[in-house]
């Protein structure tokens, strides 16, 4: 192959990979600065994941859930491809998205504890899709806050944090 028709060849592949929305944030850092993938939650309790990164794009589906975690897995200018504790993935707006820090209780009915053991006494009970401000986590426990209650919740127990993942 002659030299130049290597270079149009590598010039098509960049500008190919630079076409698809969102490709060059992924497992990168993102234009804000913060890691990709990453955990945030959602503002409103009426957000619409669209097909693809714009107003263009049709409505797939409308999340009625504020607070609810969401993955960030890409970015596209205002917009930002996520993933619910489902699987669903869909682009939303950049400014429907907070910071803050969310679980979604997963499987069956989980203890909210005292102290982060197995041993320590439940402060309450939480259902299967009940959302709690994360206020922070070590190893394998997370201290949440839902329904009115702060408590450990086991980190297998409920969706919205990286294994081994420690906030305060």
């Given at each position: 192959m002659q030299p130049r028709s290597r270079s149009i060849?590598?010039?098509?592949?960049?500008?190919?990979?630079?076409?698809?929305?969102?490709?060059?944030?992924?497992?990168?850092?993102?234009?804000d600065g913060e890691s990709m993938p990453r955990w945030q939650s959602l503002k409103s309790d009426n957000v619409n994941l669209r097909v693809g990164p714009g107003n263009q794009h049709p409505i797939e589906w409308v999340v009625k859930r504020r607070h609810l975690p969401v993955r960030v897995l890409a970015e596209s200018d205002q917009w930002r491809k996520v993933r619910d504790s489902n699987g669903t993935e869909g682009w939303i707006s950049r400014a429907l998205l907070s910071g803050a820090r969310y679980g979604v209780v997963t499987g069956e009915i989980r203890a909210l504890r005292l102290d982060p053991s197995t041993d320590a006494v439940a402060v309450a009970r939480l259902e299967p899709g009940v959302v709690g401000k994360l206020l922070e986590c070590r190893d394998a426990w997370c201290r949440m806050e839902a329904g009115g209650f702060r408590g450990w919740i086991a980190r297998a127990e409920f969706?919205?944090?990286?294994?081994?993942?420690?906030?305060?």
């Open positions: 060849l590598l010039a098509m592949a960049l500008l190919a990979a630079l076409a698809a929305p969102g490709a060059w944030a992924q497992g990168r850092a993102a234009r969706w919205g944090t990286d294994p081994g993942e420690n906030f305060r």
